[in-house]
Nanobody, 126 residues
């Protein structure tokens, strides 16, 4: 059973940076996909970023491209989301997720991810 625990959320001002972490346990080689999603109040959960454990493949939502970066530390079994130039519209609960797939064609759909963390709140004030 894959378990995911996010941390690093908080209250920041517009233009600030924040790094989220997702500690992963119980992962097997099948769970190659790692993703970050977010959900704002009253809105659906939306894709933010995807990365592969096995190579450098990534993909990003257009709204965060150039500002957010997904990375991983294989030795620590941890995935990161570096968020720069934060905007008030980035305010949401951020979730990390693990999926048993590889590639960009499935990376944006939450139903393709098998395991989810509990979420961490990010609030960006203007």
């Amino acid at each position: 059973q894959v378990q995911l625990v996010e941390s690093g959320g908080g209250l920041v001002q517009a233009g600030d940076s924040l790094r989220l972490s997702c500690a992963v346990s119980g992962r097997t080689f099948r769970s190659d996909a790692m993703g970050w999603f977010r959900q704002a109040p009253g809105k659906e959960r939306e894709f933010v970023a995807y990365g592969s454990w096995s190579d450098s493949l990534t993909c990003y939502a257009d709204s965060v491209k150039g500002r957010f970066t997904i990375s991983r530390d294989n030795a620590k079994n941890t995935v990161y989301l570096q968020m720069n130039s934060l905007k008030p519209e980035d305010t949401a609960v951020y979730y990390c997720a693990a999926g048993e797939f590889y590639g960009r064609t499935r990376c944006t759909r939450p139903e393709n991810y098998n395991y989810w963390g509990q979420g961490t709140q990010v609030t960006v004030s203007s």
